[in-house]
């Protein structure tokens, strides 16, 4: 069997499984499965594919077909241009995540700050993806589960930031000693009614780690509201915090930050033009 004979069969079962992106999928698992670059792989679609390589495109498949995220089957995601190691045990960076990575990295240029913690690491792609990109930053990142600290630890080792990203586990900010300069956290704020609708619409969330998605309340705010309790004692004068929420809670979580903080608050939109990150300042 070919490659391009095995991608047809391998797109073919997507399609008929609903995938929502299978064409992606199919040639992203068969470079994977290939051990190739995508675009290389376009390139040499005539060439036989071993037995041994066609099984695990077929394990593959089937995987995806039964709805598991690419990101895990390949055991990698990029975000912010970078590559972070994924499974099971940490949520998948995504792209919208990058607009608070963006806000935070303008902030700490524009004021010359330095010190940020970022809270609920998961991966570490935030925390890590403000060091590389900002050579003088020093971060704290804080973690609860010691799966997703193995995973963020990795990563830190694997881009080279390990001594400028200090890993901590801890609740949140309780890890956090000090006082910092720019807080970021990206936090469960799904409802368990929500959630429960968009992993019926196969979503990746369905593999997921639900705490690392589920918010306890009835506005799903639990976990963020705790988080910017903690700020006043955490984020120095004139530092500010960045929180990624779901579009319709942006204007309840400015209200949070304005009241713990008492400076000003800015709802930043993401590349889909949501209300997708809030930023609050403390006075300086």
Not at 140 to 163: C, D, F, K, P, W
Request: glycine fraction near 8%.
């Amino acid at each position: 069997m070919t490659r391009g004979q095995a991608r047809a069969n391998g797109l073919a079962r997507l399609r008929a499984s609903d995938d929502p992106s299978p064409a992606l999928a199919a040639d992203l698992l068969l470079a994977d499965a290939c051990g190739i670059a995508k675009e290389v792989l376009y390139a040499h679609l005539d060439e036989a594919l071993p037995p041994d390589r066609e099984a695990r495109y077929r394990e593959l498949i089937e995987r995806r077909a039964a709805g598991e995220p690419v990101a895990y089957l390949r055991g990698w995601k990029e975000f912010f241009g970078l590559r972070f190691a994924v499974d099971d045990r940490v949520l998948i960076p995504r792209p919208e995540t990058e607009t608070l990575v963006e806000a935070a990295l303008a902030y700490l240029r524009a004021g010359r700050r330095r010190r940020v913690a970022d809270v609920g690491t998961g991966s570490g792609a935030i925390a890590v993806a403000i060091a590389v990109n900002e050579p003088e930053a020093r971060v704290i990142a804080t973690e609860l589960s010691s799966g997703a600290l193995e995973v963020a630890r990795a990563n830190i080792r694997a881009h080279g930031v390990e001594r400028r990203v200090d890993v901590r586990v801890g609740d949140l900010l309780d890890p956090v000693e000090e006082g910092v300069d720019v807080v970021t956290a990206n936090l469960p704020y799904l409802r368990a009614d929500a959630l429960d609708h968009l992993t019926a619409e196969r979503t990746s969330l369905l593999f997921e780690p639900r705490a690392a998605v589920l918010a306890g309340g009835d506005d799903a705010l639990d976990v963020i509201r705790r988080a910017v309790a903690q700020l006043p004692g955490k984020l120095a004068p004139g530092g500010a915090a960045f929180f990624e929420c779901d579009p319709p809670q942006a204007g309840a979580v400015a209200e949070l930050l304005a009241a713990a903080l008492g400076g000003p608050t800015l709802i930043i939109r993401d590349l889909m033009g949501n209300e997708r990150v809030v930023r609050g300042t403390r006075p300086g």
